[in-house]
């Protein structure tokens, strides 16, 4: 009985690399992650748009967090990926990220929540709480704050 009551209260993340700091992105959103490839430029798109990827014959609207952030653009490495999320009632998109680095998994007692401030700037809507794991703090992305109010393509 107290193995189901940990496994509700606990959480798995793939922590990325974004800049120098660590990410924790819920797996619950994650689809998939591919290798960098070519994407393809759309005109009179928001400026953390990359563009666009053709991943099986899907088409996938890339973005930057690094740009949405108002960091520097991002620098392609053999480590670069796109996470491509399915956020729930949403289209898939995909998110640069400079390195995936692992899948942790969190109890809620390791899970500092952060209340959104409506005054706070906006990068800090993007984070719902920070995540301890091997002494390293992991910002816990709010997808749906991340991907959301971006203005149509």
Same mark, same amino acid.
């Given at each position: 009985?107290?193995d189901?009551?940990?496994a +509700?209260?606990s959480k798995?993340f793939i922590v990325v690399?974004?800049?120098?700091e660590?990410f924790g992105?819920?797996?619950?959103y *994650? &689809?998939?992650? +591919?290798?960098m490839q070519? %994407?393809t430029?759309v005109?009179k798109?928001?400026?953390?748009?990359k563009?666009v990827?053709?991943?099986?014959?899907?088409?996938i609207?890339v973005?930057?967090?690094r740009l949405k952030?108002?960091l520097? &653009?991002d620098v392609?490495?053999?480590k670069?990926r796109? /996470? %491509? !999320?399915?956020?729930?009632?949403?289209?898939?998109?995909?998110m640069? *990220?400079?390195? *995936?680095?692992e899948?942790v998994? !969190?109890?809620?007692?390791?899970i500092e929540k952060i209340?959104?401030?409506n005054?706070a &700037?906006e990068?800090?809507?993007?984070?719902?709480?920070?995540?301890?794991?091997?002494?390293?703090l992991?910002s816990l992305l709010? /997808?749906?704050? *991340?991907?959301? &109010?971006?203005e149509t393509?």
């Amino acid at each position: 009985m107290e193995d189901n009551k940990i496994a +509700v209260s606990s959480k798995q993340f793939i922590v990325v690399k974004i800049d120098n700091e660590q990410f924790g992105i819920n797996i619950e959103y *994650v &689809d998939n992650i +591919v290798r960098m490839q070519k %994407i393809t430029r759309v005109p009179k798109a928001q400026h953390y748009f990359k563009g666009v990827i053709n991943l099986r014959g899907e088409i996938i609207p890339v973005m930057s967090i690094r740009l949405k952030s108002n960091l520097k &653009d991002d620098v392609y490495t053999d480590k670069t990926r796109i /996470i %491509i !999320l399915k956020p729930e009632q949403q289209a898939v998109i995909g998110m640069l *990220v400079d390195e *995936v680095k692992e899948v942790v998994t !969190l109890e809620e007692s390791e899970i500092e929540k952060i209340v959104a401030d409506n005054n706070a &700037d906006e990068k800090t809507s993007y984070i719902n709480g920070i995540g301890k794991s091997k002494g390293e703090l992991i910002s816990l992305l709010n /997808i749906q704050g *991340v991907i959301s &109010d971006k203005e149509t393509m």
